[in-house]
């Protein structure tokens, strides 16, 4: 029975410690890229970045009174759920969370999938599952309970997404 205990405790210090390690990094950066993109878009503006959080939603806690962790926060309206259907003609870009350390370190943290349907202006946020480049990445930061499912984008990143997507692909090459 003690080695058992002694086992669980382990792999569970093991499982939080990254978790505990990240979650005191502060979000510093967010890069978007694409294929239809000529560069990625790098997000560093301390004003934007507040808004999206990379610790919090599914699998985040909190002791702050009002703390919802189905709140939209992120880049994700989790409060609608997993989104059962995606369209097929998204535009797909690869978003990644950058945070900084006590010691200065930037490292990255969470890799999503955005997926923008420029017939309807709907976004979509992507969480790699099992099986998927960037879940071992995600899983070490944050077990959601929710990987490989589609969500819905929060409203405010597609506002701050959109229009810098929508510019950088005019300014492309002819």
């Known amino acids: 029975m003690k080695r058992l205990l002694a086992i669980t405790l382990h792999f569970s210090v093991l499982l939080a ?7 005191k ?3 510093v950066r967010i890069v978007i890229e694409g294929a239809d993109l000529p560069k990625p878009i790098d997000i560093a503006d301390p004003k934007i970045l ?9 699998g985040t806690y909190s002791t702050s009174p009002g703390f919802d962790a189905n709140a939209p926060s992120f880049i994700v309206d989790w409060s609608q759920g997993p989104v ?10 690869r978003v990644s969370f950058y945070v900084s350390f006590h010691d200065e370190r930037i490292a990255i943290a969470y890799v999503v999938f955005y997926g923008y349907d420029p017939a309807t202006g709907s976004g979509y946020v992507y969480l790699p599952g099992r099986s998927d480049q960037y879940y071992s990445l995600n899983v070490r930061a944050i ?5 490989g499912n589609w969500f819905r ?15 950088a692909k005019s300014h492309a090459a002819p």
């Not at 410690?17 to 979650?23: I, T, W």
């Open 50 to 58: 507040a808004n999206f959080n990379v610790w919090t939603g599914p």
């Open 143 to 147: 077990f959601r309970g929710v990987e």
């Open 84 to 93: 059962t259907e995606v369209p097929h003609a998204l535009q797909r870009y």
């Open 153 to 167: 984008a929060w409203s405010t990143w597609e506002n701050v997404a959109g229009p810098l997507i929508t510019n």
């Open 17 to 23: 410690g990254p978790s505990l390690v990240f979650a």
């Open 25 to 27: 990094g502060k979000t």
